[in-house]
């Protein structure tokens, strides 16, 4: 069964770091470009950053750039997302999300979704 | 800057129901990579139309996808109850990084 499973979601202080995880299972991982999305509480979805298969290409939202950072091990099955200087406004959900490979970029489809892991900034 | 969707819409069992996207040359309007979610209630999103009007395999063909000029559209046909959700568009951008739509509630009356 093809899944995606997230973790290390929390409570972080503003300017506090956090990483995120995402374990996938189901299909040969690093064929497949991989992306973050978040939803912050009672709003709309926020495209957050993206990778692809090797790991070579990332690509950020400004909201995120030069303070988050994508990677994967791909011997691992996982991929990750590592959070600094986080703002109130980085609280949300934050869900992974398998592209389809149907291009070599960010086009915006993601075929399999994670049930997402809780991220609060606050003091 | 996020596409522009109608905060919401409605229909009654059986009718067709459109939800608009729109955006820019620079989004929606110069490329063909327009996606349609649709996500209830504490659940994670589904794709339910990529690249402007393809189907995945095991949606509904009651859903569909067309665009023309700057504005996307997704058409839900014999609506039921069950396709009450939110739903949003995402187009990939001149800025090659995707944009997300504000969403649009349905509700099925």
């Known amino acids: ?123 | 800057s996020a596409l522009t969707q109608p905060a919401s819409v409605s229909g009654s069992p059986g009718q067709s129901i459109t939800i608009s996207c729109t955006g820019t040359n620079s989004d929606v309007g110069g490329y063909n990579y327009v996606s349609w979610y649709q996500q209830y209630p504490g659940k994670a999103p589904k794709l339910i139309i990529s690249d402007v009007s393809r189907r995945p395999s095991g949606v509904s063909n009651r859903f569909s996808g067309s665009k023309s000029g700057n504005t996307a559209s997704l058409t839900i046909s014999g609506l039921q109850a069950e396709d009450e959700a939110d739903y949003y568009c995402i187009s990939y951008t001149s800025n090659i990084t995707p944009v997300f739509g504000g969403g649009t509630k349905l509700t099925v009356l």
């Open chain 1, 1 to 123: 069964e093809l899944q995606l499973e997230e973790s290390g979601g929390g409570l972080v202080q503003p300017g506090g770091s956090l990483r995120l995880s995402c374990a996938a299972s189901g299909f040969t991982f690093s064929n497949y470009a991989m992306t973050w999305v978040r939803q912050a509480p009672g709003m709309g979805l926020e495209w957050v950053s993206h990778i692809s298969g090797s790991g070579y290409s990332k690509y950020y939202a400004d909201s995120v750039k030069g303070r988050f950072t994508i990677s994967r091990d791909n011997s691992k099955n996982t991929l990750y997302v590592e959070m600094k200087g986080l703002r109130a406004e980085d609280t949300a959900i934050y869900y992974c999300a398998k592209d389809p490979g149907y291009v070599d970029w960010p086009a915006g489809a993601y075929d399999l979704w994670g049930q997402g892991t809780m991220v609060t900034v606050s003091s």
